[in-house]
């Protein structure tokens, strides 16, 4: 099954803007300790009645920002398959240590050029072991922490510059820590299916482009 989401992130907005999304149905995210990537001024997630996608929401939210002078962020529409999440649910310790993998190099997208998708890995840190944090801070990628379910999430982001490169990552960090961590969370990838950038070279998430997605898995001897 299909689902969509649509997040706004501004570097800069009005308080009017502000309300008028809100009350379109968007509500702001609870984010902290923002790492690798920017801190915005307002992040938020549409939570109203339309069913997406919907090119007439889509449309007013663009008018909306377009008409702010002051705003500076983007706006995206994103895609998952509900059946594609894969969900960690290992309580095992090992006594061995594993080897941790290199850190991704990002970049920002140029004028024009934008994520096709975000693999996502979200952990719980009361019931994921150190070694695995130590694992996924090793990937030096953008995260942030979200207080849910009387726990605190980290939630761990890479973005591709094409699909494929997505798939393959997702694949084998799934594997990776489903053999040999204590974790609980999930990793999802979502599609980028609609965009919006203002202005053009506004900074985003760090983009890890294909040359650098090739250069990381020759780096771990690893052919996909």
Known sequence: MKK??????????????IKAIEKLGFNRDVFANNRHCDTTMYHGTYR?????PDKKIWKSICQLLNNDTYFEGTLEEEEYETDRVFYFENTIDISFQKQLLP?????????????????????NLNKSSND???????????????????????????????????????SFLKAYFSD?????????????????????????LPLVTTKEVNRWFKKINIKV
């Not at 969509?4 to 803007?17: C, G, V």
């Not at 850190?103 to 952990?123: E, M, N, R, W």
């Not at 944090?133 to 953008?142: D, G, K, P, R």
Request: aromatic fraction near 8%.
């Open 132 to 170: 695995c944090i130590n694992a996924l801070e090793a990937l030096a990628t953008a995260s942030f922490d979200k207080p849910k379910e009387n726990s605190i999430y980290r939630i761990y982001t890479i973005t591709t510059e094409n699909i494929e490169d997505g798939y393959k990552i997702c």
């Open 48 to 52: 109203g009645n339309v069913v997406l």
């Open 180 to 204: 040999g961590f204590s974790i609980q969370g999930k990793i999802k990838l979502e599609k980028t299916t609609r965009h919006y950038r203002k202005p053009s070279l506004v900074n985003t």
């Open 103 to 123: 850190k991704f190099i990002t970049t920002q997208p140029l004028s024009g050029k934008y994520k096709a998708c975000d693999i996502h890995i979200g952990v």
């Open 4 to 17: 969509y989401d649509l997040h706004l992130s501004a570097k800069k907005i009005s308080k009017s803007t």
